[in-house]
């Protein structure tokens, strides 16, 4: 698993700059074995701010397997 998104009740991180940072540790990590995740878990964000970083991982996943 790779903690790339901010757990704190912050808004969303932008889509290229989350890239940015899975995009750094695919130098490191095959993108078979490479999982996106929360820094941390998400219990402590409201459900809509939870559900907007989740949909974040999911738009950077896509992001980036179109660039590899």
Do not use: H, N, W
């Amino acid at each position: 698993m790779f903690g790339c998104v901010d757990p704190s009740d912050s808004p969303p991180e932008s889509v290229d700059l989350v890239a940015g940072r899975v995009r750094a540790a695919l130098e490191y990590v095959d993108p078979a074995r490479m999982v996106l995740a929360p820094d941390c878990g998400l219990m402590m964000v409201s459900r809509e701010l939870a559900q907007a970083k989740t949909r974040l991982l999911v738009d950077v996943a896509q992001q980036v397997r179109k660039s590899i």
